[in-house]
C-alpha cells in the first residue's frame, strides 16, 4: 500500500484500560477492538492506519515530531493529556498535519476539568460523545479532507 494516504491514530495515557476502566463510561469493547475497527475502516475508505497507545506523554510528543513526512494526518485520543499538555498542543503546532481530536466520552457532560483541552486549537476539528463512532466519523473526515472532497 505504498501509495496509499497514511493517518496515524493515538491514543493516550489510560485508553489501554478500555473494557476494564469505568465500562459504563468507556463500553466494553478493548483498545484493540478500537483499534482493529480504526484499520478496517481506513482499509475501507482507501486510508493506511497506524495505531499507537502510550501512558508517557514524551512518547506521544516524539510520535507526533516524528509523523511528518511519513502520515498525512493525526486522530489524537491523548486521553488525560488534552487537559494538561502544552507539550502535546506545541508538537502538533510544530509539525502542522491535520488533525482531529476525539474523545470516546463526552467531555463537556464531564468535570469541570476535563472542559478545557490543549489539543483542540491545533485540530481542524473535534469529535466527542460518540465512543467508536466517533473514530469512524474522523476517519471518514480525514479521507475526505485528504483526497479533496469537501465532505458535503
Given amino acids: 500500500m505504498s501509495d496509499a494516504i497514511r493517518v496515524l491514530v493515538l491514543h493516550g495515557p489510560n485508553l489501554n484500560m478500555l ?9 466494553t469493547a478493548t483498545l484493540a477492538d478500537l483499534e482493529a475497527l480504526c484499520r478496517d475502516e481506513g482499509a475501507r475508505l482507501g486510508l493506511e492506519v497506524d495505531c499507537r497507545q502510550s501512558n508517557h506523554e514524551g512518547e506521544l510528543v516524539t510520535w507526533i515530531q516524528e509523523a ?19 507539550a502535546v498542543h506545541d508538537a502538533l503546532e510544530a509539525v502542522g498535519l491535520p488533525t482531529i481530536e476525539v474523545h470516546l466520552s463526552n467531555i463537556f457532560r464531564r468535570e469541570s476539568f476535563r472542559h478545557h483541552s490543549y489539543v483542540t486549537p491545533q485540530a481542524f476539528g473535534v469529535i466527542c460523545g460518540l465512543g467508536f463512532d466517533g473514530y469512524r466519523a474522523a476517519l471518514l473526515a480525514l479521507a475526505n479532507r485528504l483526497k479533496g472532497n469537501n465532505g458535503a
Fill in 19 to 27: 473494557g476494564r476502566r469505568a465500562p459504563d463510561v468507556y463500553g
Fill in 68 to 86: 511528518a513526512p511519513s502520515f498525512s494526518a493525526i486522530i489524537l485520543n491523548a486521553g488525560a493529556y488534552t487537559h494538561t499538555s502544552v
